[in-house]
């Protein structure tokens, strides 16, 4: 095993708790540190041939189980020969060899045959959408699709291969594909890649490392089982899949229901024997709030893919890690360890401390660590930071120099994540730079948001999302709470702990959040659900003139066409920027002046129309 070249200061003996800052070690939090933490050293690791190693140690030891279908290392591995026997060749190092496949015996052994050409995984799920395959067939130019006939694009040779998944064919592109950095292990569309890919080259070294310190948290070893749940097109589906191959352990292929249901994951978990797990984290937070199951055999929970809001219970028997990590840092870069029956505290859990090898900064917009305690952007560096993109310009972009006076990395990727380090090195996370919107003038975080309505305890979650309105953006705030919530109380809890731009126009209930293909919450689905602001009512016909003008008007300050006479202005998503603009609109109109915290006393829009009406009035007898 090698460590580090170039060891952070005081790398030989850290605890596992324990960031180093560089600064001397006296035993108590250093206020005054920078904003850089550096993991222990890390320890290098194969991958492909630890799994060989295993194949050879333990044939007939299980390596994957799907349902009543059990597969040995020995089968596992002769699998894989075929396959990459039939693709010899036509796929060589380098190659990028996409993959169409659900979890499966197919994907592992199809995947396995990957690594032994030496081509590089890329790995696309079941059903990528016709759109996403097409943009990848013509940025990427793969030499190789794996899938079904009829999912492939058309054209090119198409060559059967002998799986268990029947029908399964290899297409073959003899192009030229787009270059690949040199050692690049697996390729992963990143969250939100559409219309352009943007991949990211993850090389073996990096895959090893994380692996290697993988194994060491989890004691993933002989006679345990991991799952195989996490979606294939998402990059925590690859530290699963090779961790559970290259540990001598048993990989459990999950039934679709337990993706959606956490009873019946639970009930799988018991059944399959499943000791270790990584759940994306809208189906862990549902599930830690449930009474823990009792006779789990469940040891480690790993939760990854999006903020936590909420910590185990005294109940929960699991151990359960809080992991972050973008795909371009090779899937965790820190993790948040709660053990089981702790008091873990109130509010959402942190996402911790750096793992082995990681270099991790707080920087402001110039690339300078900020004081410990302060928010900026995470940079991260290290043995498990990738190859870049397959796009030099975005990697040149995206992956920068890192600043004087910092060991163990050279270079560092810019997340676009908003984080404060504590004073005792704990990261916390607050949201994503680019998430920012402008309301009424003023930049709001969703994160703060979500943040003022997840203080209710009526509420398991909120995702806060912005909506292009008549006359500018508005928020929506979709919550899952307990039945009998009340969206207009919901509404009012979140007022005093926000200004008044960033109170959402409106609260929708909902059961449960679409994910997108990478696990996460859709916040474009959601919108697309929720009615456009000129769509969601008719203007009423009841009333007098002036009544119907000022709905009118209010409808398109707020952004809501649903507004009704009986509606409160302030309640209704109208801030003191809205109020002066139906002023003016109500002086240029009607010739009367109002004194803005007159109308805001009003209890609803139909007494502001009486307010106008009486104001009209006097003018006329006065005149």
């Known amino acids: 095993m090698e460590h580090l070249d170039t060891k952070a200061p005081n790398a030989d003996a850290p605890s596992v708790d324990t960031v180093n800052t560089g600064a001397p070690n006296t035993g108590t939090p250093n206020t005054d540190a920078p904003s850089i933490g550096y993991g222990r050293p890390h320890q290098d690791g194969a991958v492909l041939d630890l799994f060989t190693t295993w194949a050879h140690r333990t044939p007939d030891a299980p390596a994957l189980i799907d349902g009543e279908q059990v597969y040995s290392y020995a089968e596992l591995d002769r699998l894989a020969d075929t396959v990459a026997e039939a693709l010899r060749g036509k796929v060589g190092p380098g190659d990028l060899l996409g993959v169409c496949l659900a979890h499966s015996v197919s994907l592992v052994a199809v995947t396995l045959a990957a690594a032994k050409l030496g081509a590089v995984h890329l790995p696309l799920g079941p059903r990528p959408g016709e759109h996403r395959l097409r943009a990848v067939a013509e940025q990427l130019r793969p030499t190789c699709l794996v899938g079904e006939p009829d999912l492939l694009p058309p054209g090119g040779e198409r060559l059967p291969l002998d799986l268990p998944t029947e029908g399964v064919v290899a297409a073959l592109n003899p192009g030229e594909q787009v270059r690949v950095p040199a050692g690049t292990h697996y390729a992963v569309l990143t969250s939100g890649s559409t219309g352009t890919p943007k991949a990211v080259a993850v090389t073996e070294p990096a895959l090893g490392a994380l692996l290697q310190w993988y194994r060491g948290l ?53 059944e399959a024997g499943v000791t270790v797990s990584i759940l994306p984290t809208p189906l862990a937070e549902p599930l830690l709030g449930r009474p823990w199951p009792a006779e789990s055999p469940l040891r480690h929970l790993v939760i990854g893919g999006d903020r936590l809001r909420r910590a185990p219970g005294p109940d929960v028997t699991a151990t359960v890690h809080n992991a972050y990590g973008p795909a371009e840092a090779t899937v965790t870069t820190t993790v948040h360890t709660m053990a089981p029956g702790g008091d873990h505290g109130a509010g959402a859990p942190p996402i911790g401390l750096p793992i082995d090898g990681a270099v991790l900064l707080v920087t402001d917009e110039d690339g300078r660590p900020v004081p410990r305690g302060t928010a900026g952007e995470l940079r991260i560096g290290g043995r498990g930071l990738a190859a870049g993109y397959l796009d030099p310009e975005l990697t040149a972009r995206r992956f920068v120099g890192a600043p004087a006076g910092v060991v163990g990395t050279d270079r560092v990727y810019r997340t676009g994540d908003r984080v404060v380090m504590r004073p005792d090195g704990v990261l916390e996370f607050h949201g994503r730079l680019d998430d920012q919107v402008k309301v009424s003038g003023v930049r709001i975080e969703p994160a703060e948001v979500e943040a003022a309505f997840e203080r209710d305890p009526k509420v398991r979650r909120a995702v806060v999302a912005a909506q292009q309105a008549p006359t500018g953006v508005r928020l929506l705030a979709f919550v899952q709470a307990e039945d009998g919530a009340d969206p207009a109380a919901l509404l009012d809890a979140v007022r005093p702990w926000l200004p008044e731009q960033a109170v959402p126009s409106a609260v929708r209930l909902v059961e449960r959040f679409p994910l997108d293909a990478n696990g996460k919450v859709d916040r474009p689905a959601l919108l697309a659900d929720a009615p456009a602001p000129d769509e969601e009512s008719p203007a009423d016909e009841a009333g007098t003139p002036v009544e119907r003008a000022v709905l009118k008007l209010c409808r398109g300050l707020i952004g809501r066409a649903d507004l009704g006479p009986e509606d409160n202005f302030l309640a209704s998503g109208g801030n003191s920027l809205a109020a002066a603009r139906l002023l003016e609109a109500l002086e240029n109109e009607y010739g009367v002046r109002l004194r803005a915290p007159l109308v805001l006393r009003q209890p609803d829009l139909r007494a502001v129309a009486r307010l106008v009406e009486e104001r009209v009035a006097d003018l006329a007898a006065t005149a």
Do not use: C, K, N
Not at 223 to 252: C, K, N, Y
């Open 218 to 270: 989890t004691g993933l070893g002989p006679g345990e089982r991991h799952s195989l749940l996490i979606g294939v097109a998402f990059d925590p589906h690859m530290q699963e899949l090779w961790a559970g191959l290259t540990s001598g352990a048993a990989l459990v292929v999950a039934p679709e229901a337990v993706r959606w249901d956490t009873g019946a994951l639970t009930d799988w978990w018991r």
